[in-house]
T-cell receptor, first 116, second 111 residues
Framework: ETGVTQTPRHLVMGMTNKKSLKCEQH?????MYWYKQSAKKPLELMFV???????ENNSVPSRFSPECPNSSHLFLHLHTLQPEDSALYLC???????????????FGPGTRLTVL | RKEVEQDPGPFNVPEGATVAFNCTYS??????FFWYRQDCRKEPKLLMS???SGNEDGRFTAQLNRASQYISLLIRDSKLSDSATYLC????????????FGTGTLLAVQP
């Protein structure tokens, strides 16, 4: 399936590196999300973008910096990460329609990040 | 208390068995409810929405009890392909579609 794509699929980085995760959706959605999934923990919502505007920031450390240049693309810029940031980072997209409380979120395959 | 709580399992059941998963949520203002399925090393995918009146999709039945803040999923006639982690999910904010996930319940269907 190619509705939501993420690159790279795997990333190993040192604590002093700077890297970016990329997400692209081909579904015509107007909202995009970043989630973190660590072992034995539930998916944690990090950021929500609606019409390229950040509408939710779940107390995420500043070493994670999101960017949404248009409704199809979402980036997560990483710098000076810690080993405990190693996790699966999932991107999702959905439509946000006023008056409708939920529209299905479609997830990308994720980027498995290891911080050394 | 966790916002969404599930028994992590694993639930090991034989093919053809009926299995039930339960989930509780802490915020009574939660707006909508879902079950997602996540296969090993794959992304989550929506299995079904959950309504107060109960809803059925083939072998799967979901139920919501708002008074008890409790959600259930029943799988009948289990197949090997049902083996996965089942995530209980609550929508906290309709405006931003903010989802809160449980840790998931692992189901292993044995031949």
């Amino acid at each position: 399936e190619t509705g939501v794509t993420q690159t790279p699929r795997h990333l190993v980085m040192g604590m002093t590196n700077k890297k970016s995760l990329k997400c692209e959706q081909h579904l015509g959605h107007n909202a995009m999300y970043w989630y973190k999934q660590s072992a034995k923990k539930p998916l944690e919502l990090m950021f929500v973008y609606s019409l390229e505007e950040r509408v939710e920031n779940n107390s995420v450390p500043s070493r994670f910096s999101p960017e949404c240049p248009n409704s199809s693309h979402l980036f997560l810029h990483l710098h000076t990460l810690q080993p405990e940031d190693s996790a699966l980072y999932l991107c999702a997209s959905s439509s946000l329609i006023q008056g409708i409380s939920y529209n299905e979120q479609f997830f990308g395959p994720g980027t498995r990040l290891t911080v050394l | 208390r966790k916002e969404v709580e599930q028994d992590p399992g694993p639930f090991n059941v034989p093919e053809g068995a009926t299995v039930a998963f339960n989930c509780t949520y802490s915020n009574s203002a939660s707006q909508s409810f879902f079950w997602y399925r996540q296969d090993c090393r794959k992304e989550p995918k929506l299995l079904m929405s959950v309504y107060s009146s109960g809803n059925e999709d083939g072998r799967f039945t979901a139920q919501l009890n708002r008074a008890s803040q409790y959600i259930s999923l029943l799988i009948r006639d289990s197949k090997l392909s049902d083996s996965a982690t089942y995530l209980c999910v609550v929508n906290m904010n309709g405006a931003t579609n903010k989802l809160i996930f449980g840790t998931g319940t692992l189901l292993a269907v044995q031949p």
